[in-house]
């Protein structure tokens, strides 16, 4: 099932200048690439899970445990400017 495509559109589209010589090479080697797909594409298959990963798969996350966290006045303390509780930063997209 070959598929057409006018591959010096498509070098067109992309600002590119190939020769006669590169279209008929490129085009040769798309159908290719496509009949190779298209034969892939019509393949039945039925999906393995099992086999969507080599490795068994654990999960390698430590347990929820609460924690004391960093004490707000000290590190609040320690940043270059703070206002109300929070750490004060330049605008992100230059605005102000």
């Not at 490129?26 to 490795?55: D, F, M, T, W």
Request: glycine content about 6%; charged content about 25%.
């Amino acid at each position: 099932m070959p598929i057409e495509i006018d591959i010096a559109h498509v070098a067109r589209l992309a600002r590119l200048g190939l020769t006669d010589e590169e279209l008929q090479s490129y085009k040769a080697q798309l159908g290719v690439i496509l009949e190779h797909a298209a034969r892939v594409q019509s393949l039945e298959v039925k999906p393995n899970v099992e086999a969507a990963h080599p490795l068994g798969l654990t999960n390698a996350f430590r347990d929820d445990e609460l924690r004391p966290s960093l004490d707000r006045d000290e590190v609040l303390g320690q940043a270059p400017e703070a206002i109300d509780g929070h750490f004060v930063v330049p605008p992100a997209m230059g605005i102000e």
